[in-house]
T-cell receptor
Framework: GESVGLHLPTLSVQEGDNSIINCAYS??????FIWYKQESGKGPQFIID?????DKRQGQRVTVLLNKTVKHLSLQIAATQPGDSAVYFC?????????????FGEGTQLTVNP | DGGITQSPKYLFRKEGQNVTLSCEQN?????MYWYRQDPGQGLRLIYY???????QKGDIAEGYSVSREKKESFPLTVTSAQKNPTAFYLC????????????FGPGTRLTVL
């Protein structure tokens, strides 16, 4: 399953499928991007990050892809599990000169159906 | 057990009262941040502090105040001037050095009655 941009806030997939969550960022000067997972009523949890000098970075079951040409970021989750159900936020660091402030997207609600 | 703690988890206050939210970290992080989250929305930056005795306004600082007297602590006061204070408040801190990664506490849900 795949979400498109920030205008589709929900994504529903079957357990075992791969998930793709997309994010469009605004500032071509941003040099750092991060994905967070937030379960209901809890604080965001770091998943994976990527710097602008990279196109791809892999973690455990997750991959982040960065396309600077179209200012697009995606999070791929392999073999999605029910425990992956949460809201996923992308964030960008727009300015290194202002205390590493992160600007967050609106989030995508991922629901994994057993 | 290291980490970022926020207390209390749930907080109820009457309209017109000031309330202070606690954020403590024992990670030796220099920078700390306060965010507000409304239902179904992303995080918005209220205040941040890069070092002890210094802090800057974020995007929605009106009606809030902070202090940073100790490295470990960054309390947030929601004043009566904040028009719509009911929200989920999240504190974060950042690793020292050149990294931009922020790590979050569990949050405090404030309800103003």
């Amino acid at each position: 399953g795949e979400s498109v941009g920030l205008h589709l806030p929900t994504l529903s997939v079957q357990e075992g499928d791969n998930s793709i969550i997309n994010c469009a960022y605004s500032n071509s000067a941003s040099d750092y991007f991060i994905w967070y997972k937030q379960e209901s009523g809890k604080g965001p949890q770091f998943i994976i990050d990527i710097r602008s000098n990279m196109d791809k970075r892999q973690g455990q079951r997750v991959t982040v892809l960065l396309n600077k040409t179209v200012k697009h970021l995606s999070l791929q989750i392999a073999a999605t599990q029910p425990g992956d159900s949460a809201v996923y936020f992308c964030a960008e660091n727009k300015s290194k000169t202002s205390g590493s402030r992160l600007t967050f997207g609106e989030g995508t609600q991922l629901t994994v159906n057993p | 057990d290291g980490g970022i703690t926020q207390s209390p988890k749930y907080l109820f206050r009457k309209e017109g009262q000031n309330v202070t939210l606690s954020c403590e970290q024992n990670l030796n992080h220099d920078a700390m941040y306060w965010y507000r989250q409304d239902p179904g929305q992303g995080l918005r930056l209220i205040y941040y502090s890069q070092i002890v005795n210094d802090f800057q306004k974020g995007d929605i600082a009106e009606g809030y105040s902070v202090s940073r007297e100790k490295k470990e602590s960054f309390p947030l006061t929601v004043t009566s001037a904040q028009k719509n204070p009911t929200a989920f408040y999240l504190c974060a801190s950042r690793l020292p050095g050149g990294t931009d990664t922020q790590y979050f506490g569990p949050g405090t849900r404030l309800t103003v009655l």
